[in-house]
């Protein structure tokens, strides 16, 4: 525009007469002209590179993750087999989930919204043990979850106080006001003494917030043959069958006595923001340190030459005389404009769909996935062709359990030509296919994931898992659970996804945030080892091995 504009000067100065004899007699300089309109040129070229916010070196910051410790105590008793919304009349079989099914789903939802805090699992009836020690691997706590049923534990009964203690003894090195027990169960006990467990568990500080499952009236336990057939009910050793009852006082009186709450499930949900209020307004500590790596900016460099070009065009007259101020006042426009656009550039500004993947992958990193699902709905207005949108999209929607719709935008970000986030985007299709059930469609999901990425050893084990899945339900001719991978957390570039939902073609120093997302979300060595050592080394999903390994007991008068 200015050399147009130029051009045309000169143009209309030429029709008053020669060249030479108008610049004798005029004051205007045609080589400070020239040497204003390049300082202009390069005050936008320079602030254009500004804008694109060039990045060089990096550095360390140390990141470290708070939280409680929190250990779900679940009752997997015969008694939890009771169904208790069910319809129908008495001695009818019912197809209503019992008090343990609707005890998962209920705890399922309940552990995505304690993340960024250590969660273990003990699973009690006559006895009881860790089912999953303590971890900020929410995944991994959801596998534990899953494979969890009546069967687990041999002991028949129902001893409250026993798991209590032993939760107690497994949090005895947090600090505190910083732990609490999650006890879900129909409050059914066998002589374990629970009130007195609870007593020692508040001398330790430790909250117990209490979920009863179950019909206060009592309900009968209903017994089903190999072929899951309804067959009849629990009776006890005089022929009566037993009518299995929700101790509301008990559980009432555990939560007082920690200073924890009482919930009730009714249809198998509870008010879970007076739960997750309870959780939160727990004393916090430190729960890992790791080291992230990130960026350093550097526009800080060509935004200063733009202010020094600036200045010198300003003050530099278009006279023959020497440098001065000049007083045209239409001379300023241009240069006002480039200062205001010097001034924004200093404000921390992120606008169009780099920035709104940025506020989005910020508020995912807090955990707030409704907010970040909102910043990247925005951001696919704005480009909605532009795979890492629907990538970031694709892992908010599964983090809200919006499993089908994250497995459509992965879908559409699975064209994006980067390999290493493509083999990532598949292996993201394989878990939301299994969320809904898909096995067949999640197993190939995960064989093209390794297809791209051979070395990828969750994409392997979810492979075999879901391969193994199959074949079970095929066998019982059940339709499959939906929870169950090693690894279904859809952060896995993090993209975020992770942290870190980042578009990795415009934003590469997100890949260091990611990484350090990621090694926030990795278990420790102590984790895993604690972890692992339940499964055997070569089948970690047969959770019946386990079962097989745990010495006979023998019957009690009171097995349910």
């Not at 040129?41 to 470290?64: D, H, N, W, Y």
């Not at 090693?486 to 896995?492: A, E, F, L, T």
């Not at 578009?503 to 590469?508: A, I, L, T």
Request: net charge positive; glycine share 6%; proline share 4%.
């Amino acid at each position: 525009f200015y050399i147009f504009a130029y051009r045309n000067k000169i143009a209309a100065l030429k029709s008053f007469g020669q060249m030479k004899l108008i610049e004798n007699i005029s004051s205007s300089s045609r080589n400070k002209q020239k040497i204003k309109i390049t300082l202009i040129a390069l005050s936008i070229m320079f602030l254009i590179i500004t804008l694109a916010r060039p990045q060089l070196g990096t550095k360390l910051v140390e990141m470290k993750q708070q939280g409680a410790d929190i250990v779900l105590v679940v009752d997997v008793s015969t008694s939890m087999l009771a169904e208790d919304s069910k319809s129908g009349t008495f001695g009818q079989a019912t197809k209503k989930p019992n008090r343990l099914e609707s005890a998962k789903m209920l705890l399922f939802d309940l552990i995505q919204n304690l993340s960024g805090n250590r969660i273990g699992i003990i699973a009690f009836a006559g006895t009881s043990f860790w089912q999953c020690p303590l971890t900020l691997d929410i995944s991994s706590v959801n596998l534990f979850l899953d494979i969890m049923d009546a069967n687990l534990i041999p002991l028949p009964g129902t001893a409250i106080g026993d798991a209590i203690r032993l939760a107690a003894k497994g949090l005895e090195k947090t600090a505190p006001k910083s732990k609490a027990i999650v006890l879900i169960t129909d409050g059914e006990d066998h002589k374990s003494n629970p009130v007195d467990a609870a007593e020692k568990a508040a001398e330790q500080g430790i909250k117990i917030y209490t979920i009863g499952f179950g019909n206060p009236n009592g309900e009968p336990i209903p017994i089903q043959d190999e072929k899951g057939d309804f067959i009849g009910y629990k009776k006890d050793n005089k022929g009566e069958v037993v009518m299995s009852k929700l101790d509301e006082n008990l559980l009432r009186e555990i939560s007082e006595i920690t200073g924890g709450k009482y919930l009730k499930a009714e249809r198998g949900r509870v008010n879970m923001s007076m739960l997750l209020d309870g959780i939160k307004g727990l004393n916090k500590q430190e729960l890992s340190s790791f080291k992230n790596r990130e960026y350093e900016d550097r526009f800080q460099y060509p935004l200063f030459l733009v202010f020094i070009l600036l200045v010198i065009e300003f003050l530099l007259k278009e006279t023959k005389n020497s440098l001065n101020f000049h007083t045209d006042s239409h001379r300023g426009g241009v240069q006002g404009v480039i200062f205001l656009i010097v001034l924004c550039m200093s404000l921390p500004v992120h606008a169009g769909t780099p920035g709104k993947i940025k506020s989005g992958n910020k508020l995912f990193k807090k955990g707030e996935y409704d907010k970040s699902l909102e910043k990247y709905r925005e951001a696919e207005i704005s480009d909605p062709e532009n795979p890492a949108v629907h990538y970031n999209l694709g892992n908010a929607l599964y983090k809200n359990n919006e499993f089908e719709e994250s497995h459509n935008e992965y879908k559409k970000a699975a064209q994006i030509e980067d390999k290493n986030v493509r083999a990532k985007v598949l292996y993201n299709l394989g878990n939301s296919a299994y969320r809904q059930g898909k096995f067949d469609e999640a197993l190939k999901y995960y064989k093209e994931a390794l297809k791209l990425d051979p070395n990828d050893e969750d994409a392997k084990y979810n492979y075999e898992y879901t391969k193994n899945q199959k074949l079970i339900m095929k066998k019982e001719g059940k339709k499959g659970k939906q929870n169950g991978q090693k690894k279904d957390n859809p952060d896995k570039n993090e993209n975020h996804q992770g942290e870190k939902p980042e578009n990795e073609k415009e934003d590469k120093q997100n890949q260091s945030q990611q990484q350090g997302q990621q090694d926030k979300d990795k278990m420790s060595k102590e984790d895993a080892e604690r972890i692992l050592q339940y499964f055997d080394e070569t089948d970690r999903n047969s959770a019946e091995k386990r079962k097989m390994k745990m010495p006979q007991i023998p019957k009690v008068e009171q097995d349910w």
